[in-house]
């Protein structure tokens, strides 16, 4: 790379929940969490996650809000064979396209399931909207599927999981979003005056504060997050020697 | 009450996260599923859940949104005194009304903190919008708010939760939002069929179908959800009856 390069950019993404599960608290989602870490991997930045029910609806007005305003869509949920896995026929609706039988799907099925078993139920899951690619399904059953900025992939965390892993590589990511911690054994509101400004001289970088008991006493992680290395690594460095100048003792996790 | 009794109605809600470290992969959410089965306990209907970042634009554009769409709003995070705690500023802000000093939470600190700690940092976390009322907070540090349909809680999830139980009470909620989960030995795509004609017939009951692998081998929940308990109990016995006749084993868990 010469000087001249420019800088890529960071590309931006919303993660969507699908699912009634979620929301009526049934199930604790653990996906948002796992696309969120290789989305910073990436180099991708998630500004917005959402949860919303199984309402078609709701599903096509989100998505075309979202797709809009962020360069990668994400969805979870709602790919099944029962009657609530509405996101394949919403997606369409939403792209203004036809639902199709896709070949290479109902091929795969055809393999997998014995003779007989393969129903009007289970091949639901072998239409995608017209113009969709598919997305790979590592650990069992139909693959998910992309149309334009929008990845649409299962519920069930393993292969949710398994489906993000086998498409994150295409992402067009900018620099890996990179993170510095420091530990502090002094609560927030010691430290709050002097971080504001380290912030207020670090603007590429987003430095949080998260309060912590876990070791049974007032702790505080100190977490900058940008994309240059050296900017962190001297922001973590003003951030360790404000904690000693207030008596602290800071724990540089990097 | 009599025959000429009105339904309760159920009350809508929605939860909003306010946090880079949840978008950032940082920190797993589990306030959303603490709070979503505590809503539906209350008889209020959680419709949907956003996780946005400390931008102090996006969650005065999204709380306006939000506040008018649904009944009940929860926000949890950004309460603290750092510069990332920016939440209670941007509530006054969607709220069109000033931050103002609240000699309450402001004499509750004096009385915690030992002389000369009570700065001016922590003292942010005494501000709180004009005509707020207090949230208590049973665990440690500063109270919450409400301010018009709006609770604004911390992120800490031994806080929040406590913050939230706090109020639960006095929300008005309907009927509480019942449960009902048949587990069944067979895969989702064989049930698919039948369970779709029974969802069907029971217009006011939403049947959702969640595949698991947990024991090693496809099994499906099928979690029945509304108001009227004979409803649910006759739906349930739909649905055992229907694994039956395919040859599975039903297990009514209620």
């Not at 948002?32 to 910073?40: E, M």
């Not at 149309?147 to 992939?153: D, E, L, S």
């Given at each position: 790379m010469t000087d001249d390069t420019p800088p890529r950019k960071t590309p931006t993404a919303c993660v969507l929940i699908i699912g009634n599960e979620i929301l009526s608290g049934r199930t604790q989602d653990i996906n948002?969490?796992?696309?969120?870490?290789?989305?910073?991997e990436r180099g991708v930045r998630l500004k917005e996650a959402r949860v919303i029910p199984d309402i078609c609806d709701v599903i096509v007005e989100t998505v075309n809000e979202v797709r809009a305003q962020y360069d990668y869509v994400f969805t979870t949920g709602g790919i099944g064979p029962t009657h609530d896995d509405?996101?394949?026929?919403?997606?369409?609706?939403?792209?203004?396209?036809?639902?199709?039988?896709?070949?290479?799907?109902?091929?795969?099925?055809?393999?997998?399931?014995?003779?007989?078993?393969?129903?009007?139920?289970?091949?639901?899951?072998?239409?995608?909207?017209?113009?969709?690619t598919l997305v790979p399904n590592p650990i069992s059953g139909p693959p998910g599927f992309r149309?334009?900025?929008?990845?649409?992939?299962?519920?069930v965390p393993r292969i949710a999981q398994g489906m993000f892993d086998a498409i994150k590589h295409t992402l067009a990511g900018g620099p890996p979003i990179l993170a510095r911690t420091v530990l502090c054994n002094l609560p927030e509101g010691t430290?709050?005056?002097?971080?504001?400004?380290?912030?207020?001289?670090?603007?590429?970088?987003?430095?949080?504060?998260?309060?912590?008991?876990?070791?049974?006493?007032?702790?505080?992680?100190?977490?900058?997050?940008?994309l240059d290395r050296d900017r962190l690594d001297r922001a973590a460095a003003e951030i360790s020697a404000l904690i000693r100048e207030l008596g602290g003792d800071p724990i540089d996790i990097a």
């Open positions: 948002l969490n796992y696309i969120a870490k290789g989305l910073a509405i996101t394949a026929e919403c997606i369409a609706k939403a792209f203004g396209v036809k639902l199709v039988l896709n070949e290479e799907i109902r091929a795969m099925m055809l393999s997998r399931y014995p003779q007989g078993q393969l129903n009007e139920a289970r091949l639901r899951m072998a239409h995608t909207p017209e113009g969709a149309i334009g900025n929008v990845f649409v992939m299962a519920g430290i709050a005056k002097g971080l504001g400004e380290i912030q207020s001289r670090y603007a590429d970088i987003d430095i949080g504060s998260y309060p912590t008991f876990a070791r049974g006493k007032p702790e505080t992680n100190l977490v900058s997050r940008g």
